[in-house]
Nanobody
Framework: QVQLVESGGGLVQAGGSLRLSCAASGRTFSSYAMGWFRQSSGLGRELVAR???????RYADSVKGRFTISRDDANMTVYLQMSLLKPDDTDVYYCNYVTSGGKNYWGQGTQVTVSA
């Protein structure tokens, strides 16, 4: 089992910045990827950013140039630095951990609200 603890959400004005953190614990030796998804009420989760164990990164087109994902392997923590935030970025953000065997784990979600 892998446990994920998220932090860093909150309320910010448009144009501002926030940094999300997600610390993984438990059986973390078989990590393939860590990342962030977001979900609006009634809709499915969409990928925001992902970082692979080899360092490759993938971003949603809507956040390219504004968000940066990074990871600290020594502490099994993934970060999402969000800049130039827009009201459309308002969502619940979920940390995601994928094992080398393809199993997904999810954090509890953290609310990000961007006011106009």
């Amino acid at each position: 089992q892998v446990q994920l603890v998220e932090s860093g959400g909150g309320l910010v004005q448009a144009g501002g910045s926030l940094r999300l953190s997600c610390a993984a614990s438990g059986r973390t030796f078989s990590s393939y990827a860590m990342g962030w998804f977001r979900q609006s009420s009634g809709l499915g989760r969409e990928l925001v950013a992902r970082i692979l164990v080899g360092g490759g990164r993938r971003y949603a087109d809507s956040v390219k140039g504004r968000f940066t994902i990074s990871r600290d392997d020594a502490n099994m923590t993934v970060y999402l630095q969000m800049s130039l935030l827009k009201p459309d970025d308002t969502d619940v953000y979920y940390c995601n951990y994928v094992t080398s065997g393809g199993k997904n784990y999810w954090g509890q979600g953290t609310q990000v609200t961007v006011s106009a």
